[in-house]
């Protein structure tokens, strides 16, 4: 992209602009009692080119240049340690989700009517690749993170295939996107994309609904 997508403008409300990292925790704002900003640790934090969101905290990840895992379980933990019982995740590259995509990940995770356990984690599939970043863990999961991320893995779906507290492996649900639900969890990667998809996304940023018009396909849930 050739600089910090993060900060890229984005359209915000009555004419002006935002940012990515802003429409992100604006959205996410929707559905959680606090929102907080996982950054690299690379220098940025304090500094003037690096904004601050209203009701929310900026902080660094635990572990310098480790990639997304190291920022999930930086997020799981603090959650852990503030006592909340799940953390919802949202890149900032992907700006056209919406409560549409973000409601379904909350609800997979409560038990169900009969009892029956809800998942450890849901995530969003599109084109049958996983969405980890788009997606709602338990604070349960923050040992299975810290087990994956202290063997050497840096992948986020690494969490998977680590055991939980209770010496079992999360229980994941996957969503499986289809239709408008396709098109609103895409990911902007490359200027192009970020040009396209900047276009599709007429509303202001932290809209109650999805920044693209439809109904979102219902979801497939698929579970491990």
């Not at 950054?39 to 209203?54: C, N, Q």
């Not at 340690?81 to 590259?93: K, M, P």
């Not at 996957?174 to 276009?199: F, M």
Request: charge should be negative; aromatic fraction near 4%; include cysteine.
């Amino acid at each position: 992209m050739g600089q910090d997508k993060a900060l890229l403008a984005w359209p915000g409300a009555e004419g002006g602009e935002t940012t990515l990292f802003e429409r992100a925790a604006a959205t996410l704002a929707l559905v959680s009692e606090r929102v907080e900003v996982a950054v690299g640790t690379d220098g940025r934090l304090g500094s003037a080119s690096w904004p601050t969101f209203p009701d929310s905290e900026t902080g660094p990840d635990g572990e310098t240049g480790a990639g997304p895992l190291a920022g999930l379980l930086t997020a799981l933990e603090r959650a852990q340690g503030l006592g909340a019982e799940a953390v919802l995740v949202l890149a900032c590259d992907m700006p056209l989700v919406g409560l549409r995509e973000l409601r379904p990940l909350v609800a997979a995770l409560e038990n169900g009517p009969d009892g029956e356990p809800g998942a450890d984690v849901a995530l969003w599939v599109v084109d049958g690749r996983d969405q980890p970043l788009c997606a709602a863990y338990r604070t349960t999961c923050a040992v299975a993170a810290r087990r994956a991320f202290d063997g050497g893995e840096r992948r986020v779906v690494g969490v998977f295939d680590e055991t939980t507290l209770d010496g079992r492996r999360p229980r994941v649900k996957r969503l499986i996107a289809e239709g408008n639900s396709t098109r609103r969890l895409v990911n902007v990667n490359t200027k192009s994309d970020y040009d396209r998809v900047r276009q599709e996304a007429p509303e202001p940023a932290g809209a109650p609904e999805s920044t693209m018009g439809g109904s979102a396909e219902g979801p497939n849930p698929h579970d491990r």
